[in-house]
């Protein structure tokens, strides 16, 4: 049996945990919602003066919303308002600004207070997540609800209701008259592109994170003229959620070769690998509303 089949307790509690924060954040956050500026043409960009919040305090910077359409493959379609962010660079000749991709998905794009680490010679620049940030939210409470009564999003018994309260979640919300079929990575893409656009910049760096690397992945794909450098932390590839076990437990060995030659490490544990794949193991039937075991025919 490898590393990862006996990590499925732990894989289960963390996926699960990490979709209930994402839930609760959307259930906290501000119920004010942005709306399109009167007269916005598709694209335009409107900004002021602002603070933002960062680990050195607080700066000045620039705020705004941006005007994109919700399809743009419906040339009838109606604009939706995103909100942007520049924190301006502190250097009087900065070089080409850094786009944040923050990773999720379902969390926002425009709380970065690591952007003062960037500003010595970058202009920081945020772009909110469509669906998620803007005049328009995919908020599904028939989800959350499932999740916090059931034994797991994925469980076997619970998964029918899930689906059904996606289901229903959809419905109500085109009912409400939002296209879902404009909330995509690649429309995603194309609100940045607007932003770059607007903002006049003629060559933009990305740096992304878990989920956000995909965004970052497409946005070479179509615009590659305009991309200076791509950094991308916790890269999280299309179809690659679950990793390959054999990379895994390779990767686990050299991380217990690397912890036998670390001191610190090595009198902590004699093999780093067991003592992970005994953790694992140990993991308690539940955490609050959540299961840390899911049955494996439904897993």
Request: proline residues 7%.
């Amino acid at each position: 049996m490898t590393l990862l089949k006996s990590w499925r307790p732990l894989l289960a509690f963390v996926i699960t945990g990490g979709l209930l924060v994402s839930l609760c954040y959307l259930a906290l956050r501000p119920e004010h919602l942005l709306s399109v500026p009167e007269g916005a043409a598709p694209g335009s960009l409107t900004m002021r003066p602002c603070d933002y919040d960062t680990e050195a305090g607080t700066v000045a910077a620039d705020c705004g919303t941006l005007a994109v359409p919700e399809n743009r493959r419906d040339p009838e379609s109606e604009l939706i308002a995103l909100p942007g962010t520049r924190v301006r660079a502190t250097s009087a000749n900065p070089a080409e600004p850094i786009f944040r991709l923050g990773g999720g998905p379902g969390r926002t794009n425009m709380d970065f207070p690591q952007a003062s680490r960037l500003t010595g010679k970058h202009d920081v620049v945020l772009v909110g997540y469509r669906g998620v940030d803007g005049s328009r939210r995919l908020d599904c409470p028939e989800v959350a609800a499932v999740m916090q009564s059931g034994d797991g999003i994925a469980a076997s018994k619970t998964l029918p209701a899930t689906t059904k309260a996606f289901e229903l979640c959809a419905d109500r919300l085109t009912d409400d008259g939002i296209d879902l079929t404009g909330y995509s990575a690649l429309q995603r893409v194309e609100d940045l592109e607007a932003a770059r656009t607007a903002l006049g910049y003629s060559q933009i760096n990305l740096l992304s994170s878990s989920a956000g690397t995909r965004t970052a992945m497409i946005y070479s794909w179509r615009h590659p003229k305009v991309l200076h450098r791509s950094a991308m932390v916790s890269v999280n590839p299309p179809g690659h959620f679950f990793w390959d076990p054999r990379i895994t437990d390779a990767q686990f060995a050299q991380y217990t070769r690397l912890c036998d030659d670390d001191k610190a490490c090595a009198a902590r544990t004699s093999d780093l690998a067991e003592s992970v794949r005994k953790t694992a193991g140990e993991i308690p039937e539940r955490w609050g509303p959540s299961a840390s075991r899911t049955p494996t025919s439904g897993f």
